[in-house]
């Protein structure tokens, strides 16, 4: 079992960029959920991907959007990028309870 | 929103010695999660607390789940340089499946 995967592993960006970030769940895993962590603080909910369609969503505004396909994977999209999106995205998938944590992808905006 | 505070934000510790990291949320919760995260790496599943009085160890880690208090605790017993790292804890609302993270502690064991 591959476990959760994340693409692509570091990626750079400038300010006004537009940004998609790809998540493979685990094997059997039919949920997805998306967390952002800024430098020194703990992940911060930002939506969750459920049977195609988005089942819950944090404090984060419409430029973050998201997608899950129906093999379960999803795409995290972020438009009008600012430097404050500078952060570790993580993806985490889970069936019923726990959830499991990909590698995640640093993204920095310049 | 529920809110988690973790306790102290910083720990430097000898090796050898025990100390314990606390975890307080606000609202009522009956599942608590603890991860480890290592510099630039992901997030690292410890324990999975699902009741009142839950109590789990593994190696020189024991966490335990008080829901009355909010409170959970994890101690570190005979600390050495490998668990060195930043200590998360988490809890998911009952409405919902999404975490909610404490600030971290971040321990540095020092031979």
């Known amino acids: 079992d591959a476990g959760v995967t994340q693409s692509p592993t570091h990626l750079i960006k400038t300010r006004g960029q537009q940004v998609t970030l790809r998540c493979s769940p685990k094997s059997g895993h039919d949920t997805v959920s998306w967390y952002q962590q800024a430098l020194g603080q703990g992940p911060q909910f930002i939506f969750q991907?459920?049977?195609?369609?988005?089942?819950q969503r944090g404090n984060f505004p419409d430029r973050f959007s998201g997608h899950q396909f129906p093999n379960y994977s999803s795409e995290l999209n972020v438009n009008a990028l600012l430097l404050g999106d500078s952060a570790l995205y993580l993806c985490?998938?889970?069936?019923?309870?726990?959830?499991?944590f990909g590698p995640g992808t640093r993204l920095t905006v310049l | 929103e529920l809110k988690v505070e973790q306790n102290p934000l910083f720990l430097s510790m000898q090796e050898g010695k025990n100390y314990t990291i606390y975890c307080n949320y606000s609202t009522t919760s009956d599942r608590l999660y603890w991860y480890r995260q290592d510099p630039g790496k992901s997030l690292e599943s410890l324990f999975v607390l699902l009741s009142n009085g839950a109590v789990k160890q593994e190696g020189r880690l024991m966490a335990s789940l008080d829901t009355k208090a909010r409170l959970s605790t994890l101690h570190i017993t005979a600390a050495v340089h490998d668990l060195s790292a930043t200590y998360f804890c988490a809890v998911d609302s009952r409405e919902a499946n999404n975490l909610f993270f404490g600030t971290g502690t971040r321990l540095t064991v020092i031979p």
């Open positions: 991907y459920y049977e195609e369609e988005e089942r």
């Open positions: 985490a998938s889970s069936f019923l309870l726990e959830q499991f």
